[in-house]
Structure formats: C-alpha cells, structure tokens
C-alpha cells in the first residue's frame, strides 16, 4: 500500500514538472505582447548600471523617450501624474502553489534616452520633475543600444510588462496607460477575494 502511495505521489510530481516546462518553454525573449521583455542593463546619470531586471517583481513602463523630443516631453507630464498615483498600488504577481494570488506592490518606470548630451538629458529630468531613479542611456542617440533591443523607430515608445517580465501592451499613453494599470489593480482586488 505504501508503495502506491509513493508511486503516485512520484507520478504526480513528474507530471506536474512535464506541466511546467511546457508552460517555461512557451514563453520566448521578444518585444510582442506576451512575450518575456528582454533584459536591458544601462548606465545612469550616477554613472551606476541599472538592469531593467532587477525591477522583477513590480509592474514596469519600459519608456524610451529624449529631452529634445517634443512629444516624449508633453508626455512626460502624463507619466508623472501616472507615476505618483500608482506607485504604491497593489497588482497581481502570480499564483503560489495554493491557488492563492500574491501580490507586488508597485509600479516603476524604467527610463531610457536617446540623449547624446548627458547636460541636456540631467535637465530635462530635472525640470519635466521625474522623480523615479530608474533613468538609463548609453549616448549614443539613434545608434543607441536599448532602442535596437526593442526595435525603436520612433518617441515616445514604451512597453508595459508585468511583475515576471511579461509585455502586457505597448505604447499605452495619458489615460490608456492609466486604465490599463487601473484594470491590473483591480483584477488583484478581484482575484483576492
């Protein structure tokens, strides 16, 4: 008896793995929605280098923008006040083994420029007040690195991903953006109860 016990217990454990790899493996390195958002690492105004990964575990605005773009900077006026309102909300993360939702607290922008002047790009953060610390560039405009990552052609471009990497949409702006975040907030509150 004991041991078709443990015969089921060992057969459930090797189809429950069958099960996840084949979840893992469906899931790809790209720039389309539904696809893991690939890895960016850039150096910021400090000089540090910030890894778009190690925001894992927060909702993230993947923001590809420069100070001499006139749009990127009216836009900017949006991200703040989307910024500051959801900064601190709660958003679904993932299922834990008991079916149970966690959740992450959080959103965060991850900011890079097409700059080439490092000036120009410290004052426009400065004066369009972006107050998140996740701003990254390599200086090189239009050659820039990140921007061929995600295959950018024109700004203000943008991804957002969910708290595993997951692209969830793409140039969502102003009150898209906002009710694009507001429907993740509330899926949590839902999914909760």
């Known amino acids: 008896m004991m041991k078709k016990i ?16 084949k979840e893992k493996k469906e899931l790809k390195i790209g720039t389309n929605v539904g696809e893991i958002a690939p890895e960016l690492a850039y150096t910021s105004i400090s ?10 575990g927060s909702v993230v605005l993947i923001d590809f923008w420069a100070s001499w773009c006139r749009p990127c900077r009216w836009e900017n ?7 500051n309102t959801f900064k601190e909300k709660d958003f679904p993360k993932r299922v834990n083994w008991y079916g149970k939702l966690k959740t992450t607290k959080g959103f965060k922008i991850y900011s890079v420029s097409l700059d080439q002047n490092k ?7 400065e004066q369009d ?3 998140w610390p996740w701003h990254v560039s390599d200086l090189k405009g239009w050659r820039s690195a990140p921007a061929k990552t ?24 102003g009150k898209a953006l906002d009710k694009a975040l507001e429907e993740l907030s509330e899926k949590n509150k839902t999914e909760e109860k």
């Open 6 to 21: 443990i015969g089921y217990v060992y057969l459930s454990l090797i189809l429950f793995g069958c099960v996840i790899n």
């Open 47 to 56: 000089g540090d280098t910030i890894s778009l990964y190690s925001l894992r």
């Open 77 to 83: 006026r949006n991200l703040v006040k989307t910024y």
């Open 129 to 131: 007040k972006l107050n």
């Open 119 to 125: 000036v120009g790009w410290e004052r426009a953060i």
């Open 150 to 173: 995600y295959n950018v052609s024109s700004i203000p471009t943008n991804y957002l991903i969910d708290a595993k990497g997951i692209i969830l949409g793409k140039n969502l702006r």
